[in-house]
């Protein structure tokens, strides 16, 4: 392994999406989750929905796709293969490498939801540029539920309890996101223009970087034994 | 003698903060301008005028009742009414006497008393149908003023009231919690130093378990507060959303504690999420609500209290009230920390 740490971080990265496409049984149940969840939201808003119905089932949508992309096991996790990688590379490169992925992964989740949404649920609320500003509040809002359940899912993997304890420790963080991103996007819906309510994804980048910032700092603490 | 001076103290703190919180008077206040929609004669200047009642509260109106002067002001003119009848201390009837062409159509109703000072009720009456005329210059009436003659009381807040002596347990209990995390983040910085000894763990745990006690009864206050102020038992505020997450991240702090087995183990993934969680709290509780809109005071660009919030009868009972619960916050804590090293010791023995 490389000691340069930009080099270690690109090593990473991919070689998580190489491990992901070889049994590529997973991504696609991750989509395949969010499409079947958003045509549960048009059958349960009966086929059209009103611009608040529809910006909170984006959202929640969002969520619960985020949460069921962090639950998968990580062969990192295993206390041999934890113990051979921590001779090798820099913890905080590998939780760094670890939340690109997801927000790679995330992202695309983000794309599909909307475009979903906009197929099942009707564009008639993302007249001209209104789509685009709500596409970028979900990629925003991917980016942000990536680096937290990362960090979150790394503490109860390292604990040993699964994925039941990312659950109960990420709900309750991930309600300040939440609360920012619905009111941009109904803010966006209701036709706010987009420089009025700018500042509400500059609180998501923020948030962002400040957990990505904790998470490398905190990481290497919760590798060690 | 050094290690029970301050518990005492503390414990004293808090009974003086008590029996001043129920014992002490609200001021008087104005709390009501209404039309009756009648109208009376008036002796004085021969007309029959229309009739409002003055509401008062905790007001003496019956005693000195001739000294009693009620007016309305708007631009800086004043307009005396004329008082038709006291029913009681806090009731009168009085008769608007204002010409057709006024100076703004909104004014404040001012009551002058011997007894209770100068009370002033903010825009509460409104003529609509008068013709504005900014130049017009009112006669000025002749204004005996009184300053207050009351002895030591909370200051008469509109909406709040006699709930006003929350104050005392809500924002105390808030600070406590406060001070109670801030332990646990020293301590968890501490843990994270040293992972060998038990000792720092202990403390964040024990200040954590303290601490939510705190949260959750502030949380409570609060929505006690919130139901008689602002109507609601909980309303969509970014300060209470922050201080429920608040409190959730905290629970979730104990959650993980008991899904971890092996001592060591718990201990630093203990600390590495309390870090997370104190810096989730300033976030939340102290630099979010204060740029964005809340019904919450001390909000949207201005922390902390202001002059108006606060009083210096306040003052006297608030102050000792921060001071008290901290303590007892801290005897809490620290009884807390020797119960956890105890059940550790027992755990050890084989």
Redesign the interface.
Known sequence: MPNNAWTQFRFLTTHAFRVEFRQKHGIAGLFLFALASVYACYQVAGGRASAEIWNALAWVVLMFSAFNAVAKPWAEDSPELRSYLKTTLRPGIWILARMAYYVLIMSLLALLVFFAFALFLGTEHLGGSRSWSFLLGLEFTAVAFASLLT?LSA??S????GFS?TA??G???I??II?ISTRYGSEILSGVIFGDTAHHLL?LAG?TG?IAT?GYI?FP??W?D | MKNTFWKALGVLLLLYVFSMTLLVPLGPGLLEFQDKGKVQHSDIVGRSLPVYEVIGFGTHWDENSDSLGIFVKSKGQLAALEIFEITDETHALVGLDLPYSIPSKSWNVLVNHPIDGTLLLENALFLSDRFVDASIELPTPAVQEFGSNLPFHFPYQPQIVETIRNLMLHVPLWFTMFLLMGIGFVASIGQLSNNRNMEADMRAFASVRVGMWFGVLGLATGSFWARFTWGAWWVDDPQLNGALVTVLVYAGYLVLRNAVDDERLRARLAAVYNLFAFVILVILLMVLPRFSESLHPGKGGNPGFNSYDLDDALRMVFYPAVIGWMLLGTWMYLLTLRMTRINRKLDLLP
């Open positions: 960090l503490i109860s390292r604990a040993g309890a304890l109960v420790l709900l309750p963080l309600i300040p609360l609180f948030l400040g904790l905190l603490y919760l060690r």
